[in-house]
Nanobody, 123 residues
Framework: DVQLVESGGGPVQAGGSLRLSCTSPGYTAFMGWFRRAPGKEREGVAGITSGGVGTYYADSVKGRFTISRDNAKNTVYLQMNSLKPEDTAMYYC????????????????????WGQGTQVTVS
């Protein structure tokens, strides 16, 4: 199984920044970040191709969040700037599985592996 481990969440004041990390030892694939706010569905935030050249963002985070990866470290990052209270959520790292249908970079169904999540709280 592919194990994804997120880190970097925590409390932050509005306007501040956080950087989330996701390690996926020995596995390189299309990766994404999702989030689920209380009472809401899990939504796609950002996605990145296996080589890191292509990136995709939800409209709500464009210009504020940046996804990147360092394949030598098997790590994907989500740099979050200008954070807003509405960014408060549990953030999940996801990896595309082998095979499976493709529904787009920000669709849950496109991904086969998930981390446990890291909480981000913006006040």
């Amino acid at each position: 199984d592919v194990q994804l481990v997120e880190s970097g969440g925590g409390p932050v004041q509005a306007g501040g920044s956080l950087r989330l990390s996701c390690t996926s030892p020995g596995y390189t694939a299309f990766m994404g970040w999702f989030r689920r706010a209380p009472g809401k569905e899990r939504e796609g935030v950002a996605g990145i191709t296996s080589g890191g050249v292509g990136t995709y963002y939800a409209d709500s985070v464009k210009g504020r969040f940046t996804i990147s990866r360092d394949n030598a470290k098997n790590t994907v990052y989500l740099q979050m700037n200008s954070l807003k209270p509405e960014d408060t959520a549990m953030y999940y790292c996801a990896a595309r599985g082998y095979g499976g249908n493709w529904y787009g970079p920000l669709e849950k169904a496109s991904y086969g592996y998930w981390g446990q999540g890291t909480q981000v709280t913006v006040s």
